[in-house]
């Protein structure tokens, strides 16, 4: 082949691989993890190992911890040394595993206490200045925010800034959460009828109730062969609860696989309706209908149907924690 061909060729396929490299940046979702790790329920470490693992689908742009009380964002950096020790065979199966120090640089602190009044505080927390710092960053992508705790920072973000709506996609998992802080959910839900919300108050439970349970698919059976012993993520997932409940990860399941877009379709995150698609058409809740529902959550079968896809996913990425690529084969 001629030399001249050959450079040719060589410079099409140069500039296919940065096509396609910019495509999947691109289409990788920018990330804020708003969590009440450390708190009382140990579930919030099961679900950052869960993202960790994953880290190299996304853009994480803030680790924000969101008590209120208990829980603090040194719990976060908790599961950030796991992730570090884990790094190095993390990082044979992919490139674009953030490195730990860039994901410690995005941690911060969240309101520690609820919110008093009806509006938000004029002094806001550090976290949800970083919501707003990221929502107006140069980059046309929405930002993510995935409420694992109380909503708090978001209200206090919005509130300061209504701004920054437009840039922002809320996945919040309520119930519980909801009861630590009701004042600033009801906020942001009686002042801000335009901001794009998700709030799962029933459908995240399709995460560990209902769906195909036998043999090694079962809340315990799947953690004790699939979790244990796999890396350091995976020993601080069952020190923390030895089961499978990771109440939050429907908001990351969402983001894995389905049009982000479009809550009303299918995701391994569940699928949501709009109960006021004329005076709040970006708001979506959990579906009511028999078809979607575990006696009385609502929406939790649209999680569950999924349960033997995003674990065998998640089961292939544990082992990614445990031993690098060329081990695995």
């Given at each position: 082949?001629?030399?001249?061909?050959?450079?040719?060729?060589?410079?099409?396929?140069?500039?296919?691989a940065?096509?396609?490299?910019?495509?999947?940046?691109?289409?990788?979702?920018?990330?804020?993890?708003?969590?009440?790790?450390?708190g009382?329920?140990?579930?919030?470490?099961?679900?950052m190992?869960?993202?960790?693992?994953?880290?190299?689908?996304?853009?994480?742009?803030?680790?924000?911890?969101?008590?209120?009380?208990?829980g603090?964002?040194?719990?976060?950096?908790?599961?950030?040394?796991?992730?570090?020790?884990?790094?190095?065979?993390?990082?044979?199966?992919?490139?674009e595993?953030?490195?730990?120090?860039?994901?410690?640089?995005?941690?911060?602190?969240?309101?520690?206490?609820?919110?008093?009044?009806?509006?938000?505080?004029?002094?806001?927390?550090?976290?949800?200045?970083?919501?707003?710092?990221?929502?107006?960053?140069?980059?046309?992508?929405p930002?993510?925010?995935?409420?694992?705790?109380?909503?708090?920072?978001?209200?206090?973000?919005?509130?300061?800034?209504?701004?920054?709506?437009?840039?922002?996609?809320?996945?919040?998992?309520?119930?519980?959460?909801?009861?630590?802080?009701?004042?600033?959910?009801?906020?942001?839900?009686?002042?801000?009828?335009?901001?794009?919300w998700?709030?799962?108050?029933?459908?995240?439970?399709?995460?560990?109730?209902?769906?195909?349970?036998?043999?090694?698919?079962?809340n315990?059976?799947?953690?004790?062969?699939?979790?244990?012993?796999?890396?350091?993520?995976?020993?601080?997932?069952?020190?923390?609860?030895?089961d499978?409940?990771?109440?939050?990860?429907?908001?990351?399941?969402?983001?894995?696989?389905?049009?982000?877009?479009?809550?009303?379709?299918?995701?391994?995150g569940?699928?949501?309706?709009?109960?006021?698609?004329q005076?709040?058409?970006?708001?979506?809740?959990?579906?009511?209908?028999?078809e979607?529902?575990?006696?009385?959550?609502?929406?939790?079968?649209?999680?569950?149907?999924?349960?033997?896809?995003?674990?065998?996913?998640?089961?292939?990425?544990?082992?990614?924690?445990?031993?690098?690529?060329?081990?695995?084969?």
């Amino acid at each position: 082949m001629p030399t001249s061909r050959r450079c040719v060729l060589m410079l099409l396929a140069l500039l296919c691989a940065i096509g396609s490299f910019q495509a999947d940046a691109a289409d990788k979702p920018r990330v804020i993890v708003s969590t009440d790790i450390g708190g009382s329920d140990p579930d919030d470490f099961q679900s950052m190992v869960h993202y960790l693992v994953y880290a190299d689908r996304f853009d994480t742009e803030g680790l924000v911890s969101s008590p209120p009380h208990a829980g603090r964002a040194g719990h976060i950096l908790e599961a950030l040394e796991a992730y570090e020790h884990d790094y190095p065979n993390l990082r044979t199966w992919s490139p674009e595993y953030p490195s730990p120090q860039t994901l410690r640089a995005t941690v911060r602190q969240g309101a520690i206490d609820p919110q008093a009044g009806d509006v938000p505080p004029e002094t806001i927390s550090d976290g949800a200045k970083r919501i707003i710092e990221r929502a107006h960053a140069d980059d046309p992508r929405p930002v993510w925010v995935l409420v694992w705790g109380s909503i708090t920072d978001v209200a206090q973000a919005v509130h300061k800034d209504p701004t920054i709506k437009a840039k922002l996609r809320i996945y919040s998992i309520g119930s519980w959460n909801t009861r630590q802080d009701p004042k600033a959910r009801d906020y942001l839900y009686a002042n801000h009828p335009d901001l794009w919300w998700i709030e799962s108050d029933t459908t995240f439970r399709g995460m560990y109730m209902g769906g195909r349970q036998s043999g090694d698919l079962g809340n315990r059976s799947f953690a004790a062969e699939h979790v244990k012993g796999h890396g350091r993520l995976g020993d601080l997932f069952m020190a923390k609860k030895a089961d499978i409940k990771m109440g939050d990860t429907p908001s990351v399941l969402y983001l894995l696989h389905g049009d982000r877009d479009r809550p009303e379709t299918e995701h391994w995150g569940g699928a949501f309706v709009r109960p006021d698609p004329q005076d709040r058409p970006t708001y979506w809740y959990d579906d009511p209908s028999d078809e979607n529902r575990d006696h009385d959550r609502n929406g939790a079968r649209t999680v569950n149907q999924w349960r033997v896809d995003y674990l065998r996913d998640w089961q292939h990425r544990m082992d990614r924690a445990k031993q690098a690529k060329a081990e695995a084969r």
